[in-house]
């Protein structure tokens, strides 16, 4: 088997070595989106549908092509059907496809449209939803994410410029409150917005858009503050887009605040051209839209970090890192310097998951502990909340899932102070020692009876409630087991976490995301790697097996097909080239070395 083991080693490098761009680093590729294209049609439509005619047609025609067969639309071309996708799709499409003004309308004001592939997405809704009536689907919608207005609003708004709700479309259009965005950065933590922080170019475009359309009664004050507010407020949009002209660089969020301008007769707000020339140049050839730009930041780490030591050209991705952190507050989330996003592109956003994997890449290439590693690990500490968690990107923003403390992104953190521990001021050592007593407590405290632990940021299509903790112990186990020291201190943890993973793979040594779900490269190449700190007595059975099936799965390290994994924006599901890649080449490197010292 090590000879087996050896070659798809050097074949999985070869593989993630030819992934490498021009530049020297790596980008990734994400799975093109029905979502995103769906948005980014309608906002090109309202901003000159005339102008953009030909994006919109190939957008269109490239939904058309990837409706799923039940009728319904999935966020990947590989994705099952689910209810927000196939609703911005269906209401795209009947903008898209009603261009007679003279088309019939039903009771509720709706244009009636009948192509094909609107036909089947009725069909789909109304078994989903119980009708087609506008109460139903905002009932549904809302009920889909809870308190969590980030994306509900989002989608029906867009159903509601798209004709799809009838007349009356506005009034099932939460009010956001926009005015708050006139209030200090400093105070969003305890006023509880009701979108999420990286959200905030959202809640100001549609709030506006609803309120422009739909105002509360002329004696209410919330009439009159939010019309004082609104020049005060509109420039901020501006302020917060970034040279790119995508927000975040992400295609749904830069649709919305396009199309609630737009929809607003806001068509001469400044942020607009930039935000159109995103979209015009994010299209794909086929005529799709990712849900991202790219991941390149996070993709890179993952790779040098996958390669435990033998990426090329060292000092320059050390170059390259560095000038990728955040040496000034940044704009969406009062993030103080010192962080790292998911990208290189200016629209991201300094986040604790990506400053964790580029502290821990840039020991991995053997940079020198200075200043900027000092501002990293102090970035990391200061984001510590109350219970001990570490969350995405704010402190104190808990109040909605995607602001909330987080076990793999916590351990991900202790890996990163641990990782640099021991060349640190004794002062920030000492802090590294009591922020991962609140840490661990943290991750006690959320880990399941089982001993499983669900991460935010991943999921799977096929578990019941569509969490996955196969993924987020696998990664919790890894994160905690990657220094000798903070192991030793988390390994009550780790060995409970292992408890539950041996009772999720499947007969074939496989994982998905819990048990039931179909097994995926992924989701097996992270627990393989997990069950390599596994001390129990059929461990080494174990590993064997995960590793036979991922030799097998990847022909011997050659083919790497990706699934939807990853979550982004609220239960959007996307997939990434290298993510398969990356995990496959660490877990085999670390069954390697179990295997190895068996064999001695």
């Excluded at 986040?351 to 502990?369: F, Q, R």
Aim: charged share 15%; with cysteine; aromatic share 8%.
């Amino acid at each position: 088997m090590m000879d087996a083991l050896d070659r798809a080693i050097a074949s999985t490098q070869v593989h993630l070595g030819s992934l490498r761009n021009a530049r020297g680093h790596w980008e990734g590729r994400l799975s093109s989106s029905a979502l995103s294209t769906a948005t980014a049609i309608v906002a090109l439509s309202l901003v000159d549908r005339d102008k953009y005619a030909a994006l919109i047609q190939n957008g269109a025609q490239w939904l058309c092509a990837h409706q799923n067969a039940d009728g319904g639309w999935g966020d990947t071309t590989i994705s099952k059907s689910n209810l927000s996708t196939t609703l911005l799709c269906w209401s795209a499409l009947h903008l898209w496809s009603a261009d007679d003004s003279s088309a019939k309308q039903d009771s509720e004001g709706r244009r009636i449209v009948a192509t094909p592939n609107i036909q089947s997405a009725n069909a789909w809704i109304i078994a989903h939803v119980g009708s087609l009536e506008p109460d139903a689907i905002a009932k549904a919608v809302i009920a889909r994410y809870g308190k969590d207005k980030t994306f509900s609003v989002p989608i029906l708004m867009l159903c509601t410029l798209c004709g799809t709700l009838g007349k009356d479309g506005w009034r099932h259009v939460i009010a956001l409150p926009f005015e708050l965005a006139a209030l200090p950065r400093a105070w969003f933590g305890a006023i509880g917005l009701p979108v999420v922080s990286y959200a905030l170019p959202a809640l100001i475009a549609i709030g506006h858009a609803r309120f422009h359309h739909a105002p509360p009664a002329w004696w209410n004050p919330l009439c009159w503050l939010r019309a004082l507010t609104w020049p005060r407020i509109r420039p901020m949009l501006q302020t917060l887009q970034p040279s790119s002209g995508g927000y975040l660089e992400a295609t749904p969020l830069t649709s919305f605040v396009t199309m609630a301008l737009a929809g607003a007769g806001q068509l001469d707000h400044p942020c607009i051209p930039l935000a159109v020339d995103f979209l015009v140049k994010s299209m794909r050839d086929d005529g799709s839209w990712p849900i991202d730009t790219n991941l390149a930041t996070w993709g890179t780490t993952l790779s040098i970090r996958a390669l435990d030591g033998s990426a090329s050209s060292p000092s320059a991705l050390c170059s390259s890192l560095l000038s990728q952190q955040y040496r000034e507050t940044h704009p969406f989330t009062n993030a103080a310097p010192g962080g790292w996003a998911w990208t290189d592109l200016p629209g991201g956003v300094p986040d604790a998951d990506d400053t964790s994997s580029a502290l821990i890449a840039l020991k991995k290439i053997g940079h020198t502990c200075d200043s900027a590693i000092h501002s990293g690990i102090a970035w990391l500490l200061d984001l510590q909340n109350r219970d001990g968690g570490i969350p995405t990107f704010c402190r104190g923003w808990g109040a909605l899932p995607f602001d909330r403390s987080t076990p793999e992104i916590t351990a991900h953190a202790l890996l990163a102070w641990w990782s640099w521990h021991a060349e640190l001021p004794a002062a920030t050592q000492k802090r590294i020692v009591s922020s991962t007593a609140r840490a661990l407590r943290y991750l006690g405290i959320s880990q399941r009876a089982d001993g499983s632990w669900i991460p935010l940021w991943f999921g799977n299509e096929h578990t019941t409630d569509e969490n996955n903790p196969v993924y987020g112990t696998a990664q919790v186990i890894n994160h905690l087991g990657g220094n000798e020291h903070l192991a030793i201190q988390a390994r009550h943890l780790i060995d409970s976490g292992l408890a539950y993973l041996r009772s999720a793979q499947k007969p074939d040594g496989s994982f998905g995301g819990d048990s039931t779900a179909p097994s995926s490269i992924e989701e097996t190449a992270v627990a393989l790697h997990a069950l390599c700190q596994d001390r129990s007595a059929d461990a080494l059975a174990r590993i064997q097996q995960a590793t036979h099936w991922l030799l097998n799965i990847t022909s011997h390290g050659a083919r790497f097909p990706p699934a939807p994994i990853g979550l982004y924006f609220a239960r959007l599901w996307y997939h990434e080239q290298l993510y398969p890649v990356v995990w496959t080449l660490a877990a085999l490197h670390a069954a390697r070395k179990v295997l190895a010292r068996e064999k001695h």
